[in-house]
């Protein structure tokens, strides 16, 4: 080897441990990043035409794309599971547990007691006064609790619209960046810093909608759900629109304006269509908005139609009962929205210019009777213990008591946050998983010091090498 070989493979070493500790010390720098993916430098021998030595080829950017893509999926899924378990937490928390004050099965059970009580003693002022407290307490927690069902469609509803300005947002910058790596790498420079960010948003969408990557020329990228729907590809995203519909109703139905679906590139999505973007956070909010809270609120009406009926049949009267639909009669076909106008009959109640004796002798009497008579009351509290069958079509026809339905429903409530809760769990597993496995590629700060000795004893050598070429040198001079 010529001296001017060994200096020019010393240069080279230098110049590439100098590259290769600016790369550990990256790595280092951005170990606990989101979306960071630990850079490694590429060397290979130089041809000894050229000189001999090493030249740097590149830093690439370590990622397993196939971990990475089931890392995105887990997320979708994960955020999905998310949405539903929390309404699923928030709607039984409302119901109560039985037993607990306030409870839905309590309210019901403290009326039952209220009737019994002043059954016992009809010409008792207090006990019917305890009978008209208590019915409102039951039609005020009914009221809540479709209020509650609609609040969380509103909220469903609002999550949309957010969500949606997000995704827009995302997909802009993916298609920015996109055009940023292309430039960068058509010019020959290190596009990793890009790359990450992309990455970064990307995993931003993938909690939204599911999100499958793939690559395109010039280091771009398209996006389209596992279904088949599209987001981007090239470097023009897709456009979506999401009219909010406002504060929501039980009237208010998907399909009937202003409820409406997903509006991509001008034109609503069909309900086939909107499959496409099925599976995270967006289909969710979708969901309850659309099909679980309506089904909510379909049960609770009928229950709230099983209890009028029950008690409207205890009285002597063409008229509504105890409990009326916003004062009226309730009917099969006004059935929808009945547990938000459940009212306490305003002919029993002193503040609405009625007479707590209507209780005992009937809500459409014009003068009080026996104060001994326990008529109605008595069959009030027949009617509740009553297994009949509901003549709504939100139940099953099975014949249940009021108290029998207010535990179903109780029930039913519970065991669907049980089950939301588990599939919260299991994706959340998953996804833990896979970040588990995507850490594993990550930064790890032990083998970057390894890294870092190794690269520093290329450093001594490679000086080494100057000083003996140097040395050498000096000698030849000398001896000129």
Known sequence: MTLSNALSSALSGLSATARGTAVVATNLANALTPGFARREMQTSPRPPATGGGVQVDGVVRIVRNGVLAQTRLAAADTARAGVLSDYRVTLD?????????????????????????????PDSETALARVLTTA???????SSLADGIQDARSQADRGI?????RMNGALTRVADLNRQIAVQLASGGDASALQDARQSVIGEISAIVPVQEVARETGQVALFTPAGGALLDGTRPAQFDFAPSGPM?????????????????????????????????????FRIRDIDAPAAQARLDAFARDLHDRLAGANDGAGPGLLTDAGGLATAASERGLANRLAVNAAADPQAGGALWRLRDGLEAAAPGPAGTAGMLDAMRAALGDARLSGSSALDPTPRTAAGLAAELVSATASARLGAEQTLSGAAARSNAFETMMRQDGVDSDREMETLLHLERAYASNAKVLQAVDEMLQTLLRMT
């Not at 409102?136 to 009914?142: E, N």
């Not at 409820?259 to 909010?285: K, S, W």
């Open 161 to 165: 619209a957010q969500d949606v300005a």
């Open 249 to 285: 109703s039980a009237a208010k139905e998907v399909g009937t304006p202003p409820v409406g679906l997903l509006v991509l590139d001008g034109v609503e999505l069909t309900g086939p269509q909107m499959r496409l973007y099925a599976g995270g956070r967006i289909e969710a909010q």
């Open 93 to 121: 928390t409302a119901f109560g547990v039985p037993g607990e004050t306030g409870a839905l099965t309590t309210r019901l059970a403290d009326f039952d007691a209220a009737l019994i009580a002043a059954t016992a003693r």
């Open 136 to 142: 409102q307490d039951l039609t005020g927690k009914i």
